[in-house]
């Protein structure tokens, strides 16, 4: 499994094998986006997210990759879905004493490994009371990969995340994902720009470092390219293409891949990205 980044080194090709099935005639792609819109989603399709997020994974990994922390931390995930950041932090050995796993997904939460060290929060981000759950006095890291693209406002959530206090891991997709697909159906990503993510970034005090990062998924064929999108619960949005639409889009889709731009944002300097 492997990936291509914005550097242009090639790491071979992330290939997902969705052979099987083509889009049928009842599927939507959707591209705008409501906070509900984008909790029925991803509950819909939870048990689906487990097959189709290898590029979450890798994000996740190197996420975990810049943690620094060598004591035992008190760790909130935020958007931690069914725990792939868990999983790649326990694969890195990193000493848990407590694991905060926050979604507002039932569904996803419940995909979440389970033990007397974690606390699964059912919570909405773009709340204003989202941290009145926690313990937030005892956190010491918090950490979030592909999930806080969905937030109304990443400027006010980014403020009181950093007013946690603890260390910052952060990684999300940024509008440039899907970016030709946009471009070809005339359609406004529903996820927060580049623009104001490093703008929230500038407004905040405290000095954050932050790197993105470009990956592309390959397929055999534009209708599992498609079908990916829809799976992976990454497309969020209220306003529906067509049946029609989708079908001139699948045929006029003019690359064998995906684009994804990640950007990485940390209190940190990285370690390897
Ligand atoms: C693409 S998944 C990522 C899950 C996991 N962090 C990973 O790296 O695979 C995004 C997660 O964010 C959650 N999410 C999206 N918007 C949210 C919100 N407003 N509040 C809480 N969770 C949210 C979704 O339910 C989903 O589980």
Do not use: C
Not at 165 to 193: D, E, M, V
Request: proline fraction near 2%.
């Amino acid at each position: 499994m492997a990936y291509q980044n914005d550097f242009g080194y090639n790491f071979g090709r992330l290939y997902p094998n969705f052979f099987e099935e083509a889009i049928k005639m009842e599927d939507k792609i959707y591209i705008n986006d409501d906070t509900k819109y984008v909790q029925k989603e991803f509950s819909r399709f939870a048990k689906d997210y487990q097959h189709y997020n290898a590029i979450q994974k890798e994000i996740a990994k190197l996420l975990v990759e810049q943690i620094r922390e060598d004591r035992v931390s008190t760790i909130l995930d935020i958007g931690s879905g069914d725990g792939t950041l868990y999983q790649a932090i326990k694969d890195k050995n990193i000493d848990i004493s407590h694991y905060y796993a926050m979604d507002f997904s039932t569904n996803m939460l419940q995909l979440h490994p389970s033990n007397s060290n974690i606390t699964k929060i059912e919570s909405n981000f773009n709340d204003i009371s989202w941290r009145e759950q926690l313990p937030i006095d005892s956190i010491d890291i918090v950490i979030s990969s592909s999930a806080l693209q969905w937030a109304n406002s990443f400027d006010s959530l980014l403020r009181d995340i950093v007013g946690i206090g603890g260390s910052i891991y952060l990684a999300l997709f940024t509008s440039n994902t899907f970016k030709t697909i946009h471009l070809l159906a005339n359609t406004k990503s529903p996820i927060t720009s580049r623009d104001e993510i490093v703008k929230a970034i500038s407004n905040i005090d405290k000095k954050l470092h932050y790197k993105s990062k470009e990956y592309r998924v390959y397929f055999n064929s534009n209708q599992e390219l498609f079908k990916y999108i829809k799976h992976s619960g990454i497309s969020g949005g209220k306003n529906r293409l067509s049946y029609k639409e989708i079908k001139a889009l699948i045929k006029s889709y003019p690359l064998n891949y995906l684009e994804f731009e990640v950007i990485f944002i940390s209190d940190k300097e990285f370690l390897s990205i």
